[in-house]
């Protein structure tokens, strides 16, 4: 017997843990992203630039690791591209927003929003040749940017201050980005999308008074429109969103995805009262990149464990590092699909086995001390050129730091290495991004406007 007839109709399976029916085991989803142009041996530039390539990546992920699902496309800069920002393209990562449009235009000067713009017709053309060849029993997942990370994209970290100081401004900004989502919603669901998954990372970053005020209205279109089509709606998250979790669930959607920061037993007991599965939230580094296969498996047996045989799909916490190893990807397929485990000697180093012969130090990750009349700044992301909330958090520090002038060093400390995760666990940082100021943490999980940066900058230059 094939692992393709032992394997059940995975894309039933998504469906049914969506309604949060019990299920015979977790469906899984990785969230391949950019590692699928690994797989083509090529670098994430050419391949997001090709639907064709797109469409052998993602087939030649969901085939090798016996996906029950899979998203057609994970680039969360399309739309603001589209609009006229442009962008940082990176051979390891999704491109990165290098400009943004309303710093210079108003919206009334914006293009009229349709699906020729910029690279919309080749994500709409890769999910409907995928939904073709793979979608009679795998679910495909058309991702698409949410309103409030679009807002960032579109008008840069000022949009943070204008929540504060301009909240009307920022609710225009909003309301247009709704409207530009809710299109892409009604484009995705023709293209053949089974999944529509609002993706907002940057909505972990605020507090629940502001998502209250600025996220749940400005989802409630797409999500309608979603449903409206027959479609299920998940909504998507990064960092540690805990304080954001149960009103993510009041937005009733089908599902609300998280990152490992996030604790699937308590997001659980939420998704029984309110009938919305959870889908998440295995280790992107400390496992995934790093890990042994086994640790893998031991990853994703605990994810199930926790999350229970109704309303719970296995996934990684984010997109996938365009390095994960690719026996990872397979132990945990096979674990999650067919019950096999990983190998104890399998061979491979352990996490704790790599982080042992790992030298900070060497590797540029030293202890700095702090000298009189001097500010050193640390921030600590997954990697701010893939990541928003990391992006905006550099960003934070970009728009202050020539007030200092040879007064601050900063340095970015990436936990996509093993260095930065021995780092960071030395730090004691425990969420990303974090931001530290003369090695003390200041902003956990959390951007600062640029007059709060000034502020805890000028109150620690030691004289």
């Given amino acids: 017997m094939t692992d393709k007839t032992k394997k059940q109709n995975g894309k039933e399976l998504v469906f049914k843990s969506l309604r949060c029916e019990e299920v015979e085991r977790a469906p899984w989803v990785p969230f391949t992203g950019v590692h699928c142009a690994k797989l083509l041996e090529m670098d994430a530039t050419e391949y997001l630039l090709s639907p064709e390539n797109m469409v052998r990546g993602v087939t030649a992920a969901a085939q090798r690791y016996l996906a029950d699902g899979v998203c057609s496309v994970f680039d969360l800069q399309i739309e603001a591209e589209a609009l006229g920002c442009s962008l940082k393209w990176s051979k390891n990562n999704p491109p990165a927003v290098a400009s943004h449009v309303l710093e210079t235009k108003n919206i009334e000067e914006l293009p009229v929003f349709t699906k020729e713009l910029g690279r919309i017709r080749d994500a709409l053309r890769t999910t409907a040749v995928l939904k073709e060849t793979l979608g009679a029993d795998t679910a495909i997942f058309g991702l698409i940017c949410g309103p409030f990370t679009l807002a960032l994209h579109l008008s840069g970290a000022s949009f943070l201050t204008d929540m504060i100081e301009a909240p009307e401004r920022a609710q225009r900004v909003l309301e247009y980005c709704a409207d530009v989502v809710k299109k892409m919603v009604a484009w995705y669901a023709e293209a053949g999308a089974d999944v529509i998954a609002l993706v907002d990372p940057m909505t972990s970053q605020i507090s629940p008074r502001h998502f209250k005020k600025y996220v749940t209205n400005t989802v409630a279109p ?207 940082v425990k969420n990303l991004p974090s931001m530290l100021i003369n090695n003390e943490l200041v902003f956990d999980n959390l951007i600062p406007t640029d007059e709060e940066l000034i502020l805890e900058l000028d109150t620690r230059i030691v004289s």
């Fill in 222 to 428: 797409a999500i309608g429109e979603a449903k409206s089509r027959g479609k299920f709606v998940t909504l998507f998250c990064c960092g540690d969103a805990t304080k954001n979790i149960e009103l993510m669930m009041q937005c009733a959607p089908d599902g609300i995805a998280f990152d490992e920061q996030v604790s699937i037993a308590a997001a659980r007991e939420l998704s029984a009262k309110y009938n919305v599965a959870i889908e998440g939230n295995m280790h992107l580094t400390t496992t995934l990149l790093f890990g042994s296969p086994k640790e893998c498996v031991d990853d994703a047996r605990k994810c199930i464990e926790d999350g229970g045989r109704s309303g719970f799909i296995l996934s990684p916490g984010c997109d996938l590092p365009f390095d994960t190893p690719e026996r990872n990807l397979e132990a945990v397929g096979r674990f999650a699909v067919l019950h096999e485990e990983a190998a104890s000697d399998s061979g491979f180093l352990s996490l704790e086995e790599a982080l042992a012969s790992c030298d900070t130090e060497a590797e540029g990750f030293a202890d700095v001390e702090i000298e009189d009349g001097k500010l050193f700044v640390e921030v600590v992301t997954l990697d701010s050129e893939g990541c928003a909330p990391c992006q905006y958090m550099m960003e934070s520090l970009f728009r202050v730091k020539d007030r200092y002038k040879g007064k601050l060093t900063y340095r970015e400390t990436l936990i996509k290495s093993l260095a930065g995760i021995k780092r960071v666990s030395r730090l004691g």
